[in-house]
């Protein structure tokens, strides 16, 4: 089945650092979504990229689906910026989404 | 609009005991997905049911089922509760069964099995 991997698993920054994360997937998709978990485990919709680049405040997204990845940047974090990020894209029969392991970011001020 | 939501937000339960876990789509959302995110394990998909049907589960054992009421919101039940059953169960609602369409998920139960 599809492979999702995200990197990296964590990330330590200070307030106002910029950081890209990563998502790689190991098949074409017509959907890739990039969530923010919150520490009540309330997964937030960020984006939904199937392809090109969106941007929404201080965070933007770009998927290059020919190269089978994704971006999420963040610019100048913010200690509310914590927590775990992941990417998700469907599975092959389109009836499930398959997520990566995530990428536990720690804002500190 | 409202989002998705679920009850309870916590539930504890004795090992051998049943669970219910229950889920409201967003209005207009046919289709609704469960997902456990257990320690150590990460976000693996349970079950979809879309217009009152199964149409996929996991790989997961069958004292984990569900259905889909004509209002089109969910039950998830566990029986024989098994401590590693303890998890986060998300349930997420789309469009309709189309993958391309974005989902959408509720905050959330947390289940105890003691």
């Known amino acids: 089945g599809i492979q999702v991997e995200q990197s990296p698993p964590d990330l330590i920054l200070q307030e106002g650092a910029n950081s890209t994360l990563r998502c790689n997937f190991s098949d074409s998709v017509n959907n890739l979504q990039w969530f923010h978990q919150n520490p009540w485990g309330q997964l937030i919709n960020l984006f939904y990229?199937?392809?090109g680049t969106k941007q929404n405040g201080r965070l933007s997204a770009t998927t290059v689906a020919t190269e089978r990845y994704s971006l999420l940047y963040i610019s100048s974090s913010q200690t509310t910026d914590s927590g775990v990020y992941f990417c998700?894209?469907?599975?092959?029969?389109?009836?499930?989404?398959?997520f990566g392991k995530g990428t536990t970011l720690s804002v500190s001020s | 609009e409202a989002g998705v939501t679920q009850s309870p937000t916590h539930l504890i339960k004795t090992r051998g005991q049943q669970a219910t876990l229950r889920c409201s789509p967003i209005s207009g959302h046919t289709s609704v997905y469960w997902y456990q995110q257990a320690l150590g394990l990460g976000l693996q998909f349970l079950l979809w049911y879309d217009e009152g049907e199964e149409r996929n589960r996991g790989n997961f054992p069958p004292r984990f089922s569900g259905r889909q009421f004509p209002n089109y919101s969910s039950e998830l039940n566990v029986n024989a509760l098994e401590l590693e059953d303890s998890a986060l169960y998300l349930c997420?609602?789309?469009?309709?069964?189309?993958?391309?369409?974005?989902?959408?998920f509720g905050p959330g139960t947390r289940l105890t099995v003691t």
């Open positions: 998700a894209v469907p599975n092959q029969a389109g009836t499930a989404l398959i």
């Open positions: 997420a609602s789309s469009l309709d069964r189309r993958s391309s369409y974005e989902q959408y």
């Open positions: 990229i199937p392809s």
